[in-house]
C-alpha cells in the first residue's frame, strides 16, 4: 500500500492528524504504517490550488480511521481538537500521545496510546496497542507476515 493520492479511494485508510511542527513525527510514523500495508492519508497529500480546509474535512469524513498525535502544540490548536472530536464522533478515533501531554475534556475520557520517545530501533510497548486499534477501526488486519517494529 502507498500514501493515497487520488480523491476517490474505495479501500479503508488512515487518517494521520498532526501539528505541522510535528510533521517529521508523521513522516516516521506513516512510513511505519505504510510498511505494514495501510493506507495513509495526511495533509501532504492536498494538491496545490486545491481548498486545503475543504479537502481535509472531506478525507476525515471518509477515512475508517484518524490517528490522533497529541502534543503540547497540537492540544493547543482549535483545527486539532476539531479534527479529534470528528473523529470521535464518527467512531474512527485513535490517539496518542508523542508528548507528555494532558488531554483533558471531552476528548480527555478515552484510552490514549503513549508513543513518547518511540523510533523503529527502540520501539514502545504501546505500539502494538495502537496497530490493534487502526485494524479494529479499519476492520481488517495487516500483513502478518510484517515484523512488526516495538
Given at each position: 500500500?502507498?500514501?493515497?493520492?487520488?480523491?476517490?479511494?474505495?479501500?479503508?485508510f488512515i487518517f494521520i492528524a498532526y501539528h505541522s511542527s510535528e510533521r517529521s513525527y508523521a513522516t516516521h510514523l506513516r512510513k511505519q504504517l505504510e510498511s505494514l500495508g495501510f493506507s495513509v492519508w495526511w495533509d501532504q497529500n492536498v494538491r496545490?490550488?486545491?481548498?486545503?480546509?475543504?479537502?481535509?474535512?472531506?478525507?476525515?469524513?471518509?477515512?475508517?480511521?484518524?490517528?490522533?498525535?497529541?502534543?503540547?502544540?497540537?492540544?493547543?490548536?482549535?483545527?486539532?481538537?476539531?479534527?479529534?472530536?470528528?473523529?470521535?464522533?464518527?467512531?474512527?478515533?485513535?490517539?496518542?500521545?508523542?508528548?507528555?501531554?494532558?488531554?483533558?475534556?471531552?476528548?480527555?475520557?478515552?484510552?490514549?496510546?503513549?508513543?513518547?520517545?518511540?523510533?523503529?530501533?527502540?520501539?514502545?510497548?504501546?505500539?502494538?496497542?495502537?496497530?490493534?486499534?487502526?485494524?479494529?477501526?479499519?476492520?481488517?488486519?495487516?500483513?502478518?507476515?510484517?515484523?512488526?517494529?516495538?
Amino acid at each position: 500500500m502507498s500514501t493515497i493520492e487520488g480523491h476517490n479511494h474505495p479501500e479503508p485508510f488512515i487518517f494521520i492528524a498532526y501539528h505541522s511542527s510535528e510533521r517529521s513525527y508523521a513522516t516516521h510514523l506513516r512510513k511505519q504504517l505504510e510498511s505494514l500495508g495501510f493506507s495513509v492519508w495526511w495533509d501532504q497529500n492536498v494538491r496545490s490550488g486545491e481548498e486545503w480546509n475543504e479537502e481535509i474535512s472531506r478525507k476525515l469524513r471518509e477515512a475508517s480511521c484518524v490517528v490522533v498525535l497529541w502534543s503540547q502544540r497540537a492540544y493547543a490548536s482549535d483545527w486539532i481538537k476539531h479534527e479529534a472530536s470528528t473523529a470521535k464522533a464518527l467512531e474512527k478515533y485513535a490517539p496518542c500521545k508523542i508528548e507528555n501531554v494532558d488531554v483533558v475534556g471531552p476528548l480527555g475520557r478515552f484510552q490514549v496510546r503513549s508513543l513518547v520517545g518511540w523510533d523503529e530501533s527502540s520501539g514502545t510497548a504501546e505500539f502494538p496497542g495502537l496497530i490493534e486499534s487502526i485494524e479494529g477501526l479499519l476492520g481488517k488486519s495487516r500483513n502478518k507476515d510484517v515484523t512488526l517494529a516495538t
